[in-house]
Structure formats: structure tokens, C-alpha cells
């Protein structure tokens, strides 16, 4: 579309929806003026353009139709001889496969080349210079018509890499790369969906998308929640440590527990925390029992006592130090029946 300047009208047509992109400057929301003159000389000539196309398909359907087998196949394996993207094109159509094996790699290569290629003197995309990435979407189009949805899966996961990689080299004013980075990714979970995978197989594909996009900017959200619950004083520990523990921020619940300094603390948390912290666990057990024995007296005190006991009975590999412990107990009350009888459980 020419004016002040060329520019250049893309319009994309399905069964449901049109989108159309103008080159221009323009940025005030809705179509620029290109667009909408390209719509109107669209309307106005539609018959003819469509009339022209209908000619066109009928011309190539009258030659198929008087081609022999021998002579298609002939012409065919001329033309890929001399052009391999052709020849890469029909593999992938008919097969769902690519004629060579290529990694993500190959295909991060193939996209980084058309940033070179749309870069100017230093490298950097100046704004209406957009990388063009229809090819490489074209052809994760073709591996999912064949089928062949991890392929596609492949070529998205480079394309958004590649795009993300190279963001402090583009002029985004208008918001294309962001645009095309998050379809990307809608397209690329999209063909995970429809890989029909297993849930471990999917798993790898999720964890992939969390750890390369989303775990940094989590963790700011993650230290906001809980430095915010650090200012409140209702169960606000309790919450901090499950956080912890749910995020496989073993260590920093492990402290937060030690904190407390309580029995009933360190019994709730011990089954995710003393296999991973065994001797740590133990002594902060041990040196918490013979208070915690003292600061009252009853049945009830004492059951509660062997409770704790038997936590500290199954941490492995100290035998010898929780017999200790036991035998000192039983010295310091000895004068103590009740207890005794309760100590006898463990």
C-alpha cells in the first residue's frame, strides 16, 4: 500500500476470524488507514479476484488431469533436484517427517538467521522492520497436519526461545515480538495437548515452560507473599513453612521450624523434613524432650511425651542417643509411675 511512504498490508483470512497488520507507524488502536483502503479495493474488486483465482485452479486442474502417473512423478523428482526446500516441503507434507533429523538447535539456527538477515548495519531490528516468521511457522503447520505434533512442538519451542533470546536487539513499540512470543506459546501448549501424552510425559513439557519463562518472575511473587506474611500474626508461620514445602524450599522451612523451638512443630513437619535433615532433626528433638518433660506432670503430659519419643525413635541411625535420652528420663522420674508405665510403649 504506497502514501507518504510503501508499506506493507498483511491480512490473514480463516474460517473464523480475519487479522490484518500494516507496516506503518500508525498505533492509536483498531486498523490504520492502509488496511482499511486495502479492505475497500478488496470489496470493490473481489468478483474479479476471485474469478481470476478460479481460472487459475482450473488451468492447473485441466494439466493434472492430463499428466500421467510417470510424468508427475518424473517432474517431481526433477524439481527437487534443484530446489531441497521443495523437496523438504513435500516430505513433511506426505510423511509428517523431515528428510534429515533436526534438533532444536537446527531450527534456533535457521531463525536466528532471519534476524540477521532482517537486522541493519549493528544487528539491531529497527521498528517496521519486523522478522518475518511465516516460513518457520509454515512448517510447524505442516508437522501438525501430518500429525506429527512433537515436531511442532520442536520448532515452537525454538521459535519462543529464539524470539526471548533476542528481545534487547528489536524495536517493540508496537508490541509484534511480545505478540508473537505469547502465540507461540499458546501454540506450542497446544500441541503438547494434542500429543496425546501420558501425564510424565507431559510433566517434562510443563516443568520445561515454568523453569525457562516463569520460575524467576514466581519467585518475586513467592518472597512477596511471604514477606507480607511475615507482618501478620495469625498462623502466619504455620502457612510460610507449607508454602515452603510445597515449592521444595526444603531448607528455608527446615529453619523457619527450628525457629519455633517447639515439640508439636517439629512433630508436624517431621515427615517431610527429618529424612532430608536427620541429625539436625534428632538434636533439635533431644534438646527439647527433657523441658518439655518437666513443664508439667500427668498421665496425659507423659503420653504425650512418649509420642514424641517414638517421632525421635524413627529418625535412623541414632540408636545409641535415643536410648541415652530414654535412660535420662527415666532417672530424672524415676519417682514417677505413671510415667514410667507410659515410657514402657515406646
Known sequence: ????????????????????????????????????????????????????????EQKIGAILSSLSLDELKGFLMTEFEED?????????????????RRSIHDYKKEINLLYREAG???????????????YIRNLATRYIKAGNFLEATTVYQALSEVIAENMDDVDDSNGYYGDEFIQTIEDFADCINKAKLNHQEKR????????????????????????????????????????YLREGMFDQALEHVLARRDLYTLSSYHKDLSIRYPERYFNAY??????????????????????????MKQIPGFGNEFRKVVTLLKERYSNRPAFFDEVRKV
Open 204 to 243: 517434562s513439557f510443563i516443568s520445561y515452560l515454568f523453569d525457562k519463562y516463569i520460575k524467576e518472575e514466581w519467585r518475586n511473587i513467592l518472597s512477596f507473599i511471604i514477606n507480607n506474611l511475615s507482618k501478620s500474626k495469625f498462623g502466619a508461620e504455620g502457612t510460610t513453612i507449607s508454602i
Open 120 to 134: 541493519g548495519r549493528y544487528g539491531y531490528i529497527e521498528y517496521g522492520d519486523e522478522v518475518d516468521f511465516s
Open 84 to 100: 531441497p526446500a521443495l523437496r523438504e516441503h513435500f516430505t513433511i507434507y506426505f510423511s509428517g517427517k523431515s528428510s534429515k
Open 286 to 311: 533431644r534438646e527439647l524432650i527433657i523441658p518439655f518433660a518437666e513443664s508439667k506432670m500427668g498421665r496425659p503430659h507423659y503420653q504425650e511425651i512418649v509420642r514424641y519419643l517414638n517421632r
Open 1 to 56: 500500500m504506497a502514501g507518504t511512504s510503501d508499506y506493507q498490508v498483511t491480512i490473514q483470512v480463516d474460517k473464523e476470524d480475519i487479522e490484518a497488520s500494516c507496516t506503518c507507524p500508525y498505533d492509536w488502536g483498531g486498523y490504520c488507514k492502509h488496511v482499511v483502503a486495502t479492505f475497500i479495493a478488496l470489496s470493490e474488486d473481489y468478483h474479479r479476484i476471485k474469478k481470476r483465482g478460479e481460472e487459475e
